[in-house]
């Protein structure tokens, strides 16, 4: 294998995008004409069970368990088709990723992107899984936004290169790995204090972070990641990621519907 040269100017037409080579564009926007369906319920949800995907689907039916009239029709957005980047969902997500909403309930429909802005929209139009305590309220905010930061680590990095890429590549898999290892312990380390990650109260923190780690140590995410981790040597982890997991809600979410559009 020969060593890459790193180009003075680089170009899209000259790089290996492996599996999303028929999708991945350096540019913004709509490509085609798109009409997309709405439903009879007031929230429009466009999205792909990925783990950002299923963030939206779990606190919705949360929201529906606790007697909330948070009813919503899901569509299904094929990513892998380029779905998102037709015109009208670029209207509801101008940076073409899942999962985006459209509220209808007000006069002059609402759209809302970026999944942790969809569970804060949500959390304060109902009121539910997100304190009003100011000191509660943060610490939730502190681990929702620490989940959006660390999520590209655990996506674009890690699972990236363990599981999407073209072919092994020792030095970025051993980097990415390191770092969600690291997370993986301060999540432990947190949990052996806390019932739940923010303090002793199921919140939108939870969901966030679940979605991601909870479903990439119990192997939802990448295939072969719990044992290449040592998940199960997380122990706190394991044991919030299993209560999470045995909710009605989240059950009802991961099996939920996806409408195709």
């Not at 007000?106 to 899984?129: C, H, Q, T, W």
């Not at 739940?196 to 939870?206: E, K, L, P, W």
């Not at 997380?234 to 979410?253: C, F, G, H, M, T």
């Amino acid at each position: 294998m020969s060593e890459y040269q790193l180009p003075k100017v680089w170009s899209a037409e000259d790089s290996n995008q492996g599996r999303f080579s028929g999708i991945n564009r350096p540019t913004a926007g709509a490509r085609f004409l798109q009409n997309l369906p709405v439903g009879e319920a007031d929230l429009q949800v466009y999205s792909l069970g990925t783990p950002n995907g299923v963030k939206v689907t779990i606190l919705l039916e949360e929201l529906l368990e606790l007697g909330l009239p948070a009813t919503y029709d899901l569509y299904k957005i094929s990513i892998m088709d380029g779905e998102q980047f037709g015109s009208d969902f670029v209207k509801v997500n101008p940076n073409s990723k899942i999962p985006a909403l459209l509220d209808r309930s007000v006069e002059k429909p609402i759209r809302v992107f970026e999944s942790a802005n969809i569970l804060l929209y949500l959390a304060d139009k109902f009121g539910a899984f997100f304190p009003s305590d100011l000191a509660a309220r943060t610490e939730v905010l502190n681990w929702l936004f620490w989940q959006t930061g660390a999520a590209p680590f655990v996506g674009g990095g890690f699972g990236h290169f363990f599981h999407y890429a073209p072919e092994k590549l020792e030095y970025p898999i051993n980097r990415f790995t390191m770092e969600v290892k690291r997370q993986l312990d301060l999540l432990d380390q947190v949990l052996s204090e806390n019932l739940f990650v923010a303090g002793n109260d199921y919140t939108i923190a939870d969901i966030a972070i679940w979605s991601w780690y909870g479903q990439l140590i119990n192997d939802k995410v990448y295939p072969g990641a719990r044992e290449f981790l040592n998940a199960e040597s997380y122990r706190n982890l394991n044991d919030w990621a299993q209560k999470i997991s045995e909710r009605p809600a989240v059950k009802r979410a991961l099996e939920a519907n996806y409408k195709k559009i």
